[in-house]
Every structure is written in structure tokens, then in C-alpha cells.
């Protein structure tokens, strides 16, 4: 048990999310929800996210797109520390947050703001996944993936992303062809996030969404 609390310990949670602003989050649900419903569902699953991060035993870190001093302050009271993405398309984002956390842990987990059902298991699943990988996916269920992390800084070269349609049905499989010289990746078993109005429904007969 010691030796797992230790590579835990060792691991640097990064949740990339972007700052609350009425009609630029959640946009695929503005149609039918309206731009405050779909604001409130992105604070909603942020906040569930960030207190599963705050109870990570290891460091954890909130990465805006955009700066949001209100938020980044709760999130410091937390115990989270904050920062900003940096580049260009999410895909160069996630590719030099992963690059530079290697350069202060062993491991770095990265993931979104919008799955209601990530907890700590799954985490730990995650973390035990690069014992024999270099790369870890977290699949989600519609072809996409909720988390991906490595440690191998080595890995995360420039245009590591280059091709994969990121936000798509694709992505998941894109992202295993992209890494394919960096086996062995290990991939888990898949968890769902909110995109769509029908996602929201099934969050909210779960519990997980009010």
C-alpha cells in the first residue's frame, strides 16, 4: 500500500476547463437549454469536478482557458493550484501542459470539467495504468476520451496532435494512431460526459445534476 500512496503522491492532476462565461460553455446545449441553463450545467459539473481534484492525494491544478479571478480564487481555497493554458488549438494546449507537468512529477493525469461519474477510482485506475504504459486514455462513450495522461515527457513533442479531431466521434481513435510510437498505451474502461441535452437527462436521473 505504501508504495502505490507514494506514486499517487507522485502525480500531478491537471483539469482543463474553460472560464464561466454565459454563451461560450456548454454551447451544444444552448438550442434547447438556453445560454443560463447551459452556464449553469458547466458550474455545476466544474464544481464536482474540482472537489474530486481537491481530494486527489497528490498536487492538482486548475488550468483555465481565460482568466476568471473569482474562480480561481475559490479554487485556491481549495487547496488547487491555478494556472493558464497555453497555445494555440486544445490539442497543442493539452500537449504542452502534459509536456511542462512532467517536468515537475513523475506522472500527470489531465482531464476535462464535464464528467459527472470521474472519481477517485477511476483516477487511481489511471495512475496504476502507467506502471506498464507510457500513456494512459480514459475512453468516454461517445469515441472521445475523458482523460489522458503519461510519464514520459518525451512523448508530448510539438504537433503530438496534429490530425486528431479533438471534440469529435473520432478523437479516441485518432489519439491511438497519433501515439502510436509511443507504446504502450493503456486504455480504460469508458465513462461518459455531458455534450448534448440528452447527456444533461441522464446526469440528472443519476443525481449527478440537480
Known amino acids: 500500500m505504501a508504495a502505490e500512496r507514494d506514486i499517487t503522491l507522485d502525480t500531478l492532476l491537471l483539469v482543463f476547463a474553460r472560464a464561466p462565461r454565459r454563451g461560450r460553455v456548454k454551447t451544444r446545449l444552448i438550442p ?3 445560454e443560463d441553463a447551459a452556464l449553469a450545467v458547466h458550474q455545476r459539473l466544474l464544481d464536482r469536478t474540482l ?3 481537491a481530494a486527489f492525494p ?3 491544478k486548475l ?5 476568471d479571478d473569482g474562480l480561481a480564487a475559490r479554487a485556491r481555497e481549495m487547496g488547487l493550484e491555478v494556472g493558464l493554458q497555453q497555445g494555440g ?3 497543442e494546449r493539452m500537449n504542452t501542459a502534459l ?3 512532467l517536468q515537475e512529477a513523475a506522472r500527470v493525469l489531465l482531464v476535462g470539467s464535464d464528467c459527472p461519474v470521474l472519481d477517485q477510482t477511476y483516477l487511481s485506475l489511471a495512475v496504476d495504468g502507467l506502471n506498464d504504459a507510457r500513456v494512459v486514455l480514459g475512453a468516454s462513450e461517445d469515441g472521445g476520451y475523458v482523460l489522458i495522461g503519461g510519464s ?3 512523448v508530448w513533442h510539438d504537433g503530438r496532435f496534429e490530425g486528431v479531431r479533438l471534440g469529435t466521434d473520432y478523437a479516441m481513435a485518432d489519439t491511438l494512431v497519433a501515439l502510436n510510437d509511443a507504446a504502450p498505451v ?3 474502461p469508458p465513462l461518459w460526459d455531458v455534450d448534448i441535452p440528452e447527456d444533461v437527462a441522464r446526469a440528472r436521473t443519476l443525481g449527478v445534476l440537480p
Do not use: P
Not at 488550468?63 to 482568466?67: S, V
Open 63 to 67: 488550468m483555465l482557458d481565460d482568466q
Open 58 to 60: 497528490g498536487r492538482a
Open 152 to 154: 514520459d515527457a518525451a
Open 51 to 53: 472537489l474530486e481534484a
Open 32 to 34: 434547447e437549454l438556453g
Open 186 to 188: 493503456s486504455v480504460l
Open 99 to 101: 509536456r511542462g507537468g
Open 89 to 91: 488549438g486544445l490539442g
